[in-house]
T-cell receptor, first 112, second 113 residues
Framework: QKEVEQNSGPLSVPEGAIASLNCTYS??????FFWYRQYSGKSPELIMF??SNGDKEDGRFTAQLNKASQYVSLLIRDSQPSDSATYLC????????????WGLGTSLAVNP | DGGITQSPKYLFRKEGQNVTLSCEQN?????MYWYRQDPGQGLRLIYY???????QKGDIAEGYSVSREKKESFPLTVTSAQKNPTAFYLC????????????FGPGTRLTVL
């Protein structure tokens, strides 16, 4: 069973701090990794994706991928109260008919 | 205005009734997906379609049916055989972009009375 694991949280950080969200996956053949943000009652929206080992930065967000250790993380710098949401990690295996395997999400609360 | 539309936003159904959820896209994406989300649970795949006139069961297809007669449309029918249909239903599409990411519609919240 291919799995994607995330700490459910809640992760609580003060405004302006760095929030670090982690995701581990079981399938070594996984090639594409996605982070989505979901506000309560709304649909998920893509934050960023990453394919290669290392860091990928987009504004206040940085995704980090380590395929050898099978984890992907999301860093949010200068966290804002508007970042309070559930963050979903999704992983695609190349041979999986383009389906994504989803984690249960980590709830983030940024406190003013 | 490009995007994915789902209708209705809220839907109430009596037990024993079938109901169809609409999903329409004008992104020209080939692949379309239906997910179900329950409180405290992640996204669970119901059905997906990679091309017109073809679709596959996901992880929880029992009690659901779909059709893909047009590229733009992928309706989901929740049948009376679905034992616990109250949930948030999400439609997603995926194009052949660099990221191959999925894009979501706004969702339909179904409540069985």
């Amino acid at each position: 069973q291919k799995e994607v694991e995330q700490n459910s949280g809640p992760l609580s950080v003060p405004e302006g701090a760095i929030a670090s969200l982690n995701c581990t996956y079981s399938d070594r053949g996984s090639q594409s990794f996605f982070w989505y943000r979901q506000y309560s009652g709304k649909s998920p929206e893509l934050i960023m994706f990453i394919y290669s080992n290392g860091d990928k930065e987009d504004g206040r967000f940085t995704a980090q991928l380590n395929k050898a250790s099978q984890y992907v993380s999301l860093l949010i710098r200068d966290s804002q109260p508007s970042d309070s949401a559930t963050y979903l990690c999704a992983v695609e295996n190349a041979g999986n008919n383009r389906k994504l395997i989803w984690g249960l999400g980590t709830s983030l609360a940024v406190n003013p | 205005d490009g995007g994915i539309t789902q209708s209705p936003k809220y839907l109430f159904r009596k037990e024993g009734q079938n109901v169809t959820l609409s999903c329409e896209q004008n992104l020209n994406h080939d692949a379309m997906y239906w997910y179900r989300q329950d409180p405290g649970q992640g996204l669970r795949l119901i059905y997906y379609s990679q091309i017109v006139n073809d679709f596959q069961k996901g992880d929880i297809a029992e009690g659901y049916s779909v059709s893909r007669e047009k590229k733009e449309s992928f309706p989901l029918t929740v049948t009376s055989a679905q034992k616990n249909p109250t949930a948030f239903y999400l439609c997603a599409t995926r194009g052949r972009t660099i990221g191959n990411e999925q894009f979501f519609g706004p969702g339909t919240r179904l409540t069985v009375l």
